[in-house]
């Protein structure tokens, strides 16, 4: 990436409520050191994005000090300069926004999560390659829901229904301006509908609404109004990895995890 600036990589890695069920069945001080291969999910991230080209820097917000100190590894990280670490705040959209604050205007960040255990160095440099060539403000990951549901019939996914297919989130956000900051600050305000597409949806008009119930709201459709209401441009990548729509918020997800990084031997 020597003529490209790099992106910087924010990793979000607090929990979202205390005493979270997953790493209470690990038998973990918090959800990011939950092991998945033997590895605890937070390492396999920053692994990754240590091994892509297109990233630069790493920034950990999250987990707490304490959680820190209990791992060897990520202690070392962090003591060594690799990965700057800082404390996460009441909620994920929240602590994104207060670090990106902190990063020059015009250097790109990638979003992602360190519950994210299945990410790798393949997903993220096609991520980062193709966001660049969409001239967008901000590009965000999915995935389609036939392709998940293909690949992993048992995988339970947040479905957005949208006229021209369902899709999943993917957890992984491309904010490539310094305009397309403003979504960090929408992102603040709904982050309590992300399982709740009607109320969701609804943030874009009644009219969007009905349309969306009916099936009528295509997703283009979607990204086109969401753009006009922030004055930033939105794009989306369908990305082909139907393991990059998997993050481990239930017990269930954990042991899918586990299987598919075992089928994978990583």
């Known amino acids: 990436m020597s003529h490209r600036r790099a992106f910087t990589a924010i990793v979000l890695a607090g929990d ?6 997953v790493a209470r069945a690990a038998g973990v001080e918090c959800k990011a050191l939950v092991p998945v291969g033997g590895v605890p999910m937070v390492l396999r991230v920053l692994g990754a994005l240590a091994e892509a080209q297109a990233i630069g820097h790493r920034i950990l917000c999250g987990p707490d000090r ?9 202690r ?62 901000v590009v965000v990951g999915l995935a389609t829901y036939d392709l998940i549901a293909t690949a992993y019939p048992g995988m339970r996914r947040t479905v957005l229904k949208f006229q021209d297919g369902g899709v999943c989130g993917c957890n992984m956000y491309a904010v490539l301006t310094a305009r397309g900051r403003a979504l960090i600050q929408f992102w603040t305000q709904v982050e309590g509908l992300r399982k709740r597409p009607v109320r969701l949806i609804s943030m874009l008009g009644w009219v969007s609404v009905l349309r969306f119930v009916c099936g009528w709201l295509s997703l283009p459709q979607a990204l086109a109004r969401l753009s006009q209401r922030l004055n930033l441009s939105i794009d989306v990548i369908m990305l082909p990895f139907p393991e990059a729509a998997l993050d481990v918020d239930t017990i269930g997800d954990w042991k899918l995890a586990q299987t598919i990084a075992g089928n994978k031997g990583s």
Not at 16 to 21: G, L, V
Not at 66 to 74: F, I
């Open 16 to 21: 979202r409520a205390p005493d979270d069920p």
């Open 76 to 137: 070392g990280l962090i003591a060594s300069g690799a990965v700057t670490w800082h404390e996460a705040h009441a909620t994920p959209s929240v602590s994104a926004y207060t670090v990106i604050q902190s990063l020059p205007q015009d250097q790109p960040v990638l979003l992602v999560t360190a519950d994210h255990a299945l990410l790798n160095v393949r997903i993220i440099d096609h991520f980062c390659s193709v966001a660049r060539a969409h001239d967008a403000d």
């Open 66 to 74: 304490r959680a820190v100190e209990m791992n060897n590894e990520l």
